[in-house]
């Protein structure tokens, strides 16, 4: 039952639609076969921003294809999880090579090229018109703030930005008492504003990566940036915004519930989640999602999760009435739950912490600096891994590799000795595919 795209066996696919509902025909095989193989580890991995099958298949391949020799005594099923994500073109796929399209527009091509431009049309159907719209402003790029607040509000109809909606929850970071607290804001204020900061952080880091000399040298070797310079990433953020609230509805609604269904079919079978990105945030709130008393999760590995470093703190450090959208959900786990960062992954260290700052300030992102500068507040788990949970242990790679890792609660490893390689705009965001990470996985889960 080995899938040829994949390699390992046994392999099945779980498919969730953008309201977790599951493919029933691949949840019953699933629920079936583990028993009749005698599956004593499954490794579920749910994918970041891959909007098609075939690159969700390579990139489990790849991560799954040392394992059996790492534990070849062990009894493993391995699941990939299929949900409605979608990445821009110009950023790889996993430790793949750069596609022509990904080349032809960082190297000056339509602003919103081809492949972007379907992937917004695959995962947001029925908005033909406003992506063609869009798209001509970024290709025109008319003069003026009132061309950027138009492209603003168009950006939110795309999204369809209803912070007030049900489900708001999915998309928040953190809790208020009032309630849960996502990320609209960003797209409130003043577009026009928001796009000059985006286009000094992306000049800056840019410049950073071929110069010792910030800001001043930015302007120097690139010229100064301009609002259009920015309005593409705004477009991107706002699309992360959508993906990031569709992962937890697929991690809560669908995942976490498969899993009650999957503990009761097969009780004995010990459950593993691992998520890239976004669908680090899907396994996560998959948590939520278990049915009260279900310990079938024995371990879950974030790599590179591009959600708030506070997500499971009972407490936030700049404001303790407030807390992580995931508070206590490790204590879901019968095992630890293990985040690698990593220091190189641009898109975290740089315009997630960005986002969020604008995100969540009322002040305009007119005086904003480089996102390195901008405090802790607005980290990403994928960077500096989990922040303000006691008890939580930090590792080297080597060393989690080396030593027995904690068998609960909050473990950080940081993986920037593998996760190290990339170019702009996600720097290293997508490079996680090492033995070395899969032998984590393993160790997190006690597999042998």
């Not at 000795?417 to 996985?441: F, N, T, W, Y």
Request: charged fraction near 25%; hydrophobic fraction near 40%.
């Amino acid at each position: 039952m080995a899938d040829p795209e994949v390699g390992v066996t046994p392999y099945w696919e779980l498919t969730f639609d953008a309201d977790g509902d599951v493919n029933g025909g691949q949840r019953d095989r699933l629920l079936r076969e583990v028993v009749e193989r005698g599956v004593k580890d499954l490794i579920v991995f749910a994918h970041g921003w891959n909007n098609d099958r075939s690159g969700a298949t390579r990139l489990y391949g790849r991560f799954f294809e040392p394992i059996p020799a790492l534990a070849p005594n062990a009894r493993l099923g391995y699941v990939g999880v299929m949900w409605p994500s979608m990445r821009f073109a110009d950023e790889p796929i996993p430790d793949f090579e750069r596609s022509a399209t990904a080349a032809t527009a960082v190297s000056g091509g339509p602003v919103l090229d081809k492949g972007t431009r379907g992937a917004l049309l695959s995962v947001l159907p029925g908005r033909a018109t406003l992506v063609d719209q869009i798209s001509r402003m970024l290709d025109q790029q008319p003069e003026g703030d009132a061309a950027l607040e138009e492209y603003g509000r168009l950006v939110r109809l795309l999204i369809e930005l209803r912070p007030e909606a049900p489900g708001a929850v999915f998309a928040a970071d953190t809790l208020t008492e009032a309630g849960p607290r996502s990320d609209p804001d960003m797209l409130h204020g003043n577009t026009a504003e928001l796009c000059r900061g985006f286009a000094r952080a992306l000049a800056e880091d840019r410049a950073g990566s071929e110069s010792e000399i910030p800001g001043e040298g930015a302007r120097a070797a690139f010229g100064p940036p301009r609002a259009w310079d920015g309005a593409h990433e705004l477009l991107r953020q706002a699309t992360y915004f959508a993906m990031k609230r569709r992962a937890g509805t697929v991690g809560e609604r669908g995942l976490g519930r498969m899993l009650g269904r999957l503990a009761q079919a097969a009780p004995g079978v010990r459950v593993h989640l691992v998520g890239h990105s976004f669908g680090g945030r899907l396994v996560s709130f998959a948590l939520r999602g278990l049915p009260k008393g279900v310990r079938t999760v024995k371990s879950v590995t974030l790599l590179q999760a591009a959600f708030s470093h506070y997500a499971f703190a009972a407490r936030l450090p700049h404001d303790v009435r407030d807390s992580g959208v995931l508070h206590g959900q490790q204590n879901r786990i019968d095992g630890p739950l293990v985040c690698c960062f990593s220091r190189f992954d641009s898109a975290l260290g740089t315009i997630y912490p960005l986002a969020s700052r604008t995100a969540g300030d009322a002040r305009t992102a007119a005086d904003l600096a480089l996102p390195r500068l901008l405090g802790p507040r607005w980290g990403a788990l994928g960077h500096d891994g989990v922040q303000a949970v006691p008890g939580t242990k930090t590792f080297t790679l080597a060393d989690a590799l080396r030593q027995r890792l904690p068998e609960s609660g909050c473990v950080n490893v940081d993986a920037s000795a593998v996760v190290r390689r990339g170019g702009r705009p996600s720097g290293a965001h997508s490079d996680i595919c090492h033995r070395e990470l899969a032998q984590v996985v393993l160790a997190a889960g006690r597999i042998r």
